[in-house]
């Protein structure tokens, strides 16, 4: 058997199946596991994640694999509601610009418990944007629909978006920290999770092999790699539908899913993480949750270890993600921590430490959080689908029944291949393989 990309879904596959006794190797295309998932080592020695981080509520698949894993959750400290700051004001909680926003928002979230109208399919957040009243309340729901999707909001239709909600189980959900999506976080970072899996005894991973091309025919797969060639009964591929895009497919693959990948995109996402020797804004203030309003717009999360140093976690998506690209890395520093000046005090603008990574610019991956559907393309909808094609298995959040764009759907997609593999394997289809 070989699995194709070493993130979250393609190493839970790999584990799934190397513990019913089928020899597994999994094929990377970077240089490292992990994918969309990076835990990395702050200057002050604790853990920090610059992909995919939270534990959302109701995340069981990924909590169970935490623990398992030996690793340890932590609540996210957080006031409910973040603080709005415009340039470096704070906009006022009970003004016209939150107020006109939250009213705009709960509309939303009544208006997506029903299925959206096909007309919607048309039309672009952003047009739609376009017609809410207030320039301060159209950026509020711009920054926050951008940092919630990670789309480019004139590529991104209101049916995409609405749908999307409908299947997260409302926007409250997806932004909520509190039993929402961004619930808990791992003390030794949740990247941690997928360099212990890809470390376990019998793994067999295969970093810096790029998968090019996958003949596959009624006895098995052939894959093409950068570094040679590999023969299997089965392959899962775990790349998202714009990334996989990549993969030469002999014979080709069916129209609709040539169709998903032409008509999905990645999103774009920029992530960092200031680290301070201690919270130290915990003794002036309630809390350091802020959306910032400026150019670039992002938020700003309180992500601190227990006892451990100081975390501030930044997040800037779509077109202005890709804006902080042409910056200096000083520069991108600056313009991040100015705002917060005013509130948590100078010593906001010196951290320890800094990490940073703009995932729209890695080559193997594209962008994040997820794949999005290109306006009017529905079969990019989650889930994605995941028939599998002869002895083609297909798995990645993308294509989960549930959490689907979390790192809990990449473990559920990963589950279902493999056990979609097995029973393929029992019915003794494709037996040609050497892996
Ligand atoms: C900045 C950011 C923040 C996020 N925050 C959260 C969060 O807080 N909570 C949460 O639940 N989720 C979050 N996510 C999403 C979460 O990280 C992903 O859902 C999850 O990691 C996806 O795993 P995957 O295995 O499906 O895909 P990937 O991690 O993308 O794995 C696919 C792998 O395939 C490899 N690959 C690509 N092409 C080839 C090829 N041709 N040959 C071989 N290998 C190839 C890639 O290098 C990659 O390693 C975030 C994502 C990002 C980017």
Redesign the pocket.
Known sequence: MAV????????VAARHLRRRGVAVLV????DR?????LAETSVLGSRL????????HG?RR?EALAAELGTELYPMRTPGRPDFIDGSRLIPAAGPAVLTASAVLLAWEIRTRRPAPRRWEARTVAAWLGRVPGRRARRLLEVLLSVTSTADLDRYSMHALAEAVRYQGGLTAMTATRGG??EKLIVEG?GTLTDRLAAEPGARVLTG????RIRHDDDGVTLG?TSGTVRAARAIV???PP??A??AYDPPLPAARTALERNTYMGS?Y?AIAVYERPWWRNRREHAEFMLLGRPGGAVFDTSPPDGPGHLCF?VAGPEARELDGLRAEDRRRTLLGPLAPHLGPEVLAPAGWHE?S?HLVE??G????ALASPGATDGYFPMPSEPVGALHW????TARE?A??????IE??ERAAREVLEGLARGAGGGGEV
Request: charged share 10%; glycine share 22%.
């Open positions: 194709v990309g070493a993130g979250m879904s393609g190493l094929l990377e295309s970077a596991p992990g994918g969309r998932m994640d610059l992909g995919g981080q939270w534990v959302g995340h990924l999506a961004q949740a092999h790029r998968v090019t790699t775990t790349v998202p990334v996989s990549g993969i996402v992530k997040l990574k995932w193997h991956v962008g994040g959080y997820a798995a990645g959040t993308e959490h764009g979390y790192i809990e759907g990449a997609s990963g």
